[in-house]
């Protein structure tokens, strides 16, 4: 909470602590008079015993590097407050993670997918304002939901985004996104219990980031996409079209709102389009 970490982050910290707390009753640690764990009894033996058995239960070696980073987190915590002397975590080596390349949509496919929604209902405009936003701005589907009407500023084509750890970026939004979004304002039910919300349910709640997961997944069915697809693989889209087309890396660093520039470097992959595009201009007898 001090970090600002969102809800979701929070309740991931919450379950692998409760997870390394249910793993240290099965070891020979000796109870407190209260009938707790000593916490001071934890070596870094029995942190790696933990990841070892996360491994054996099947968890991917990104849920267990998160599950390490968070236990380094819990007991650097303790030591600043004095409870222990030395983090016993903090000398285990993190699983080594696979970079993998993110999913994305060729331009074309994203047409389609846009394209998709029906427009004769209001919540078909919506769905159809949800997509153009999520591409035109490649937000996080967590930062869309969390948008408000005011956050969209129509004159400047900005939109106010509120990313991870509560910091605000202002993101440009298209043409195209916000007249799909003045569309659907124009046809949403004024009575709504969540008025402020710019993308409202049926029911006239905040939309969900499950409730977007499954249009979306539902709108890449109909449109006959060949590749799974969820709202991060528009936020993929988003960073991988604009470099193609000549964009910075800084700047689509900001645009992502990534911290690190490393972050932003996993869309350097190369399309075989640039690739052609390149060596036409570069080699002498292309």
């Not at 750890?165 to 007249?179: N, S, Y």
Request: glycine share 4%; net charge positive.
């Amino acid at each position: 909470m001090e970090c600002n970490a969102s809800d979701y982050t929070q309740r991931n910290y919450h379950d692998d602590l409760a997870q390394f707390f249910a793993f240290l009753g099965t070891l020979d640690v000796r109870p407190t008079s209260r009938g707790g764990l000593r916490l001071r009894d934890v070596t870094p033996l029995d942190v790696r015993r933990f990841l070892a058995h996360q491994s054996t239960q099947r968890y991917t070696k990104r849920t267990i590097a998160r599950r390490l980073s968070c236990l380094r987190s819990f007991f650097q915590f303790l030591c600043r407050e004095e409870i222990l002397k030395q983090n016993p975590a903090a000398v285990v080596p993190s699983p080594r993670l696979e970079r993998r390349l993110p999913r994305f949509l060729d331009e074309q496919q994203v047409a389609r997918l846009l394209e998709t929604p029906p427009t004769e209902r209001w919540h078909g405009l919506r769905d159809r304002a949800l997509l153009e936003t999520l591409y035109s701005t490649g937000t996080r589907v967590s930062e869309l939901v969390g948008l408000n009407l005011d956050d969209v500023d129509e004159i400047s084509g900005t939109v106010i985004v509120r990313g991870k750890g509560k910091r605000e970026r202002l993101v440009p939004i298209g043409k195209t996104a916000l007249a799909a979004i003045q569309r659907y304002l124009a046809r949403r039910p004024k009575s709504l219990r969540a008025p402020y919300a710019l993308f409202a349910s049926q029911k006239g709640t905040r939309l969900t980031t499950r409730h977007v997961d499954r249009l979306i997944q539902r709108y890449a069915k109909q449109a006959e996409l060949p590749v799974p697809i969820s709202p991060h693989s528009l936020r993929h889209s988003f960073a991988t079209h604009l470099l193609d087309r000549g964009a910075d890396l800084r700047s689509v660093q900001e645009l992502l709102g990534h911290r690190s520039l490393s972050t932003t470097q996993i869309y350097t992959h190369i399309t075989p389009k640039r690739l052609k595009r390149v060596y036409d201009q570069a080699h002498p007898r292309a």
